[in-house]
């Protein structure tokens, strides 16, 4: 989730989400549980409401968002979607005439640059999240070693490499001894 405000990427703002309740790829259910999480924190938190929630997808994805406020009982909330291919605007409420703005048109450009932030956005994370969980795979088939030893080794370390180049002390200063001689034992013997 990014957000823009008073004419700029208000950084700051921005959110990560993992999906917690729903199995597989359903992007529809995916973007309810968003809009409910984020837009029920909101609401609990008496804080205000954006001036309009923009959500990246087409009728499906608007309809959904939809479905998540009206659940929260947020109502009268400005929303509207993106479709990417076509890139038209679908104004909640308003769907049967949508907005399709010239290409060259200034505002087209802001909901794109919009858009796009959230991608960049989600992609990073998306990438680091692989990265990180492909990177400890090796470090989790030594014995003694788990997911917490794991983080903790490639966060002090940065990487699977520097792991693997570390000496018993280095390790030593991040795990228990044991745990470092298994490590040590571990690449040795690969």
Known sequence: MVVWEDGAMK????RKF????????DDFASMREVITRRYKRLRDDQKPLPSLILVDGGLG????????????????QPL???AKREEIIYVYGQENDPVVL????????LVQMIRDEAHRFAITFHRKRRQMRDRSTELLDIP???SNTTRRL??????????????AAA????VTKSQAEAILAHFKNA
């Open 11 to 14: 950084k700051s703002d921005y």
């Open 18 to 25: 993992i999906i917690k309740s729903v199995q597989g790829v």
């Open 61 to 76: 994805q608007l309809h959904s968002a939809a479905a998540a406020l009206e659940s929260l009982e947020i109502i009268n």
């Open 80 to 82: 509207a979607s993106i």
């Open 102 to 109: 010239d290409h060259h048109n200034p505002v087209l450009h």
């Open 144 to 146: 003694g070693v788990g």
């Open 154 to 167: 490639l966060e002090h370390f940065g990487s699977l490499q520097a792991v693997k180049q570390a000496n």
């Open 171 to 174: 390790l030593a200063a991040v």
